[in-house]
């Protein structure tokens, strides 16, 4: 007779707690040296309780099986030549932006991961962070695969990685990364598996991926639903160990808010390169940024934030200043990009008639009083005298690296301004909370690689565009610049046997 | 404030059965459609009852199968053999 088959808690039991195991030679403190230096303070790891109570057997089963799914279907993409049935060839560039914003930073967390498997003591974390750590490396592989299809049609694709870590506007990814990986185990978890996938995470993939299923890109649906289906588990995750770390000792509360804090508004800025993917990069729009920001934060963010109010947790801090900033946030960002589209490895353009009513319908406080009219402005500039790229290099945020363009608060028409003197030196932000941020940790942020100081003392190639564009591997006038003059749009006209009359309908009726 | 868990499940063949699970076990449940996504949003508690979704496809049902087509979730997860539940936690 077969023995009894395990329930799911047994069997959660068995293939993680029991198959870890005291050390006799070696202490525990030398073993995880990192366990305790960040403050906080943990006296029964047993205490951990994964919800999903996955082990390594159904593990490898659900994700071959979510691996199948995919691959048939990206096979299916390629054999079809499915690229050519996307909306408009401007969605291309939000992919572009994925690949070289996003994608890097998957496997940046696979390493996370690892590291944090690595130095905590408890069974449970240490299979969690394993499987996460997997999780990531196959988000990675599964987005450069199903995105080099778009590298054989269209330009800006080809050396990601390497643009990853040296052209401007990634730099607020990367360094992003750098500063959760920098840190010790519960803050780089608070950060990622907390303040950025559970609280922030569904701003990235749900409106990157509906925009992808409006604008009729079957391929990044698919890879990214299949990554959004691990990112349920990582959010649960990230949930737990903040619960866990606020039940073990009242301790940790101070210590968990400040990386809450932290973590909330460096992941809020990062995503401000999202809102402006969703307001003006995707030809057929899905919400506008200040719906998915109402729906995903105010609404679900504010119900989490409740749940941890009897832990003496409260609402991360500067939340406020998002709302205050939802109606502006993507116009702001987007001027940027056209400011400094010359240097960037995406195109850039400015929205035509349909957009700028769908953008006035979406934003009747604020697009037509501040931002309608310079876009007509440099509309009229393009047509009379060509089009306008800005050649002063922008000051940077110390903290996000973000260009100093957002607004303060209370006024939209004042770009907001805040520094702080360390050792002699003064450093800039854009904001009280990336302010805040350098001042809880200056020998950390005096430390940033800042894209526009880098290239002013020299160390990106030379001091015109052109050499600096060449240090980023970008062809000048193939893969940067106007998208209108682009050979991306040549192709895709001759491609799809287009008129720009045709275009110009096309593009329209994705607008209605 | 709102205290709604919600559920994202792709919409395809396999999680049509779990919405409609869903909808019969979860009375105050609001299913919405957006492309390629369904999401789901519930008052307080929101639970897929592995009895109600076998009945409904006539096989065997494990609920951690939900992985597959699941997409986002909120809440905090209470899972076992019989059923998966997403539960605001006051």
């Known amino acids: 007779m077969s023995a009894k088959r395990m329930n799911l808690r047994e069997k959660y039991q068995r293939m993680t707690r029991d198959l870890a195991w005291k050390p006799s030679y070696q202490s525990e403190d030398d073993i995880f040296p990192q366990a305790k230096y960040e403050g906080i303070i943990i006296h029964d790891w047993d205490k951990w309780e994964d919800p999903f109570r996955l082990t390594v057997d159904a593990y490898w089963k659900y994700q071959a099986e979510k691996e199948r799914k995919l691959y048939a279907i990206i096979e299916a993409f390629a054999q079809n030549n499915a690229q050519l049935n996307v909306t408009d060839a401007r969605y291309i560039n939000a992919l572009k932006l994925f690949l070289t914003g996003v994608t890097p930073l998957e496997y940046a967390a696979h390493r996370g991961f690892a590291m944090s498997g690595r130095n905590f003591p408890g069974a449970g974390p240490q299979v969690s962070s394993q499987f996460q750590s997997i999780d990531e490396l196959r988000h990675a592989q599964t987005q450069i695969h199903t995105i080099s299809h778009y590298n054989k049609y269209f330009n800006g694709f080809h050396d990601w990685r390497h643009m990853h870590d040296r052209v401007w506007y990634l730099s607020v990814p990367k360094s992003f990364f750098d500063d959760a990986m920098s840190a010790g185990p519960f803050e780089f978890v608070t950060a990622i598996s907390f303040s950025f996938e559970y609280v922030l995470t569904n701003l990235l993939f749900m409106p990157f991926m509906s925009g992808a299923a409006y604008n009729d890109d079957m391929a990044t649906v698919t890879f990214g639903f299949s990554a959004q289906s691990d990112e349920s588990r990582h959010m649960t995750l990230g949930l737990e160990v903040i619960k866990f770390m606020l039940e073990q000792d009242e301790r940790n509360v101070p210590i968990v808010q400040k990386w809450i804090d932290k973590w909330f508004w460096r992941g809020y800025r990062l995503l401000a390169l999202v809102s402006m993917m969703m307001d003006y990069m995707l030809p057929k729009r899905v919400m506008s940024w200040q719906e998915a920001w109402e729906m995903y934060f105010e609404e679900n963010g504010g119900a989490l934030f409740e749940d941890l109010a009897r832990y003496g947790i409260r609402m991360p801090k500067y939340w406020e200043v998002s709302v205050k900033e939802k109606n502006r946030l993507s116009h702001e960002v987007w001027s940027v990009f056209y400011n400094y589209g010359h240097a960037a490895a995406i195109h850039t353009w400015m929205p035509d008639e349909n957009e700028m009513a769908w953008l006035s319908e979406k934003y009747p406080e604020t697009f037509d009083k501040y931002y309608r009219p310079r876009f007509d402005h440099w509309h009229k500039h393009q047509k009379k005298n060509g089009r306008w790229y800005n050649n002063t290099l922008p000051m940077l945020c110390q903290t996000c690296q973000i260009p100093m363009a957002f607004t303060e608060p209370d006024d939209p028409t004042q770009i907001c301004y805040r520094s702080s003197d360390y050792e002699g030196m003064q450093y800039h932000f854009c904001s009280d909370g990336c302010k805040d941020i350098f001042d809880d940790e200056p020998e950390k942020f005096v430390q940033a690689w800042l894209p526009v100081h880098q290239i002013y003392q020299g160390n990106c190639g030379g001091a015109s565009v052109p050499e600096v564009l060449e240090w980023y591997h970008l062809k000048h006038g193939q893969d940067n610049l106007e998208y209108l003059d682009s050979q991306d749009r040549a192709n895709w006209l001759r491609w799809k046997g287009l008129t720009e009359k045709a275009e110009a309908v096309l593009q329209k009726a994705a607008n209605e | ?90």
Not at chain 2, 67 to 87: K, M, R, T, Y
């Open chain 2, 1 to 90: 404030m709102s205290n709604n868990v919600f559920l994202a499940l792709q919409n395809n063949e396999e999680a049509r059965p779990l919405i409609e699970a869903i909808e019969q076990d979860n009375a105050e449940a609001t299913v919405q459609h957006f492309p390629a996504m369904v999401k789901i949003d519930c008052p307080g508690r929101l639970v897929v009852k592995r009895e109600t979704v076998e009945a409904l496809i006539g096989r065997d049902w494990d609920p951690q199968e939900i992985h597959v087509n699941l997409i986002s979730l909120s809440g905090n997860v209470e899972e076992d053999d019989d059923s998966f539940a997403l539960v605001r936690d006051r």
